[in-house]
């Protein structure tokens, strides 16, 4: 039964990991494009408030199932009789408080995801959202390995770092190829414009958010591993090895398509090319393959969280 708990759990948090990851990259765009007028924009945002409520009702039905199995796991019973056990997990353990606190961040998140869309263009609304997935990602970083030491160290704010990095890496990945940058933008007056701007800010803030996945992991993985011996022959270094495979592999993907892919889409839609619509579409393409290995990447950080680091054994 510890297996299959083990096994759901990491399914289960990789679920919540994607949701988050949809979550953030929804307002990150959502940010981006809030100020636009044209119509390309305006059709955006109405997809972006979907996405942002379809990530918050996936994000709070996985966090409710990671409680039950925690409970369940802790209380070493079957998931249909973990009820009491969840009762106890909440009021008597460090994992129930970071739980808890998780919990009100989530409401708030989707309490602000849920907004009419003319409230979720205002600065006010827009950094409410952001400040409560914020504190909804701190949780799970108190309950990672790096909150060991305590809930407010170096490890935990380098992971907390981590994750929102990541987090939006992920997200923008997702919510670019699959929404914002599924159809090329039409004739009408500023959409080509807007959708330029947004190509920009999506590169850049990608780079950004990779540069300091780099830096963070780093750290992160020298604290854990203290050795570089460590890294090989057990469990947590083979699922790290793969994990770091394939964000440089994700890595490469969005590289090509910063430098080789890119300035050819935003050539044709500032010269109002009739390319352009190909163009688009191969750069999303390419987005949807790196979104599919960066899927494959959260997959790989459940079962590390899941997994004891060779110094813990």
């Not at 009100?104 to 989707?110: F, K």
Request: proline share 4%; net charge neutral.
């Amino acid at each position: 039964m510890e297996s299959d708990l083990a096994s759901v759990q990491r399914a289960i948090t990789a679920l919540l990991n994607l949701s988050l990851a949809v979550l953030v990259g929804a307002s990150a765009a959502l940010l981006w494009l809030r100020t636009r007028q044209s119509p390309w924009a305006g059709a955006l945002l109405v997809r972006l408030q979907r996405a942002l409520l379809a990530g918050s009702g996936a994000a709070i039905a996985t966090y409710i199932a990671i409680l039950w199995i925690e409970a369940a796991s802790m209380a070493e019973v079957p998931l249909a009789e973990a009820l009491p056990a969840v009762k106890s997990v909440i009021s008597a353990t460090h994992f129930g408080l970071a739980w808890m606190i998780g919990a009100v961040a989530l409401v708030v998140a989707g309490a602000a995801s849920a907004a009419p869309l003319r409230l979720q263009t205002t600065p006010a609304v827009s950094a409410l959202r952001v400040l409560a997935i914020g504190v909804l990602l701190y949780s799970r970083s108190m309950v990672s390995h790096a909150g060991a030491a305590g809930d407010f160290t170096w490890a935990v704010a380098v992971d907390w770092l981590h994750l929102v990095l990541t987090s939006i890496w992920v997200g923008e990945v997702i919510v670019a190829g699959l929404i914002t940058l599924r159809h090329a933008p039409d004739s009408a007056p500023g959409s080509r414009s807007d959708c330029v701007a947004y190509v920009e800010a999506l590169s850049c803030s990608a780079t950004v958010a990779l540069v300091g996945i780099f830096a963070t992991g780093a750290i992160s993985a020298w604290r854990v591993l203290e050795r570089p011996e460590n890294l090989f022959g057990n469990p947590y270094g083979d699922v790290l090895i793969i994990k770091l495979g394939l964000v440089f592999f994700a890595a490469a993907l969005g590289g090509f398509n910063r430098f080789i892919v890119m300035p050819a889409v935003l050539a044709s839609l500032t010269q109002s090319s009739q390319r352009a619509p190909d163009a688009s579409k191969r750069f999303a393409r390419i987005l949807h393959i790196e979104a599919i290995v960066l899927i494959a990447v959260l997959v790989a950080a459940a079962v590390l969280t899941s997994t004891s680091p060779p110094m813990s054994s």
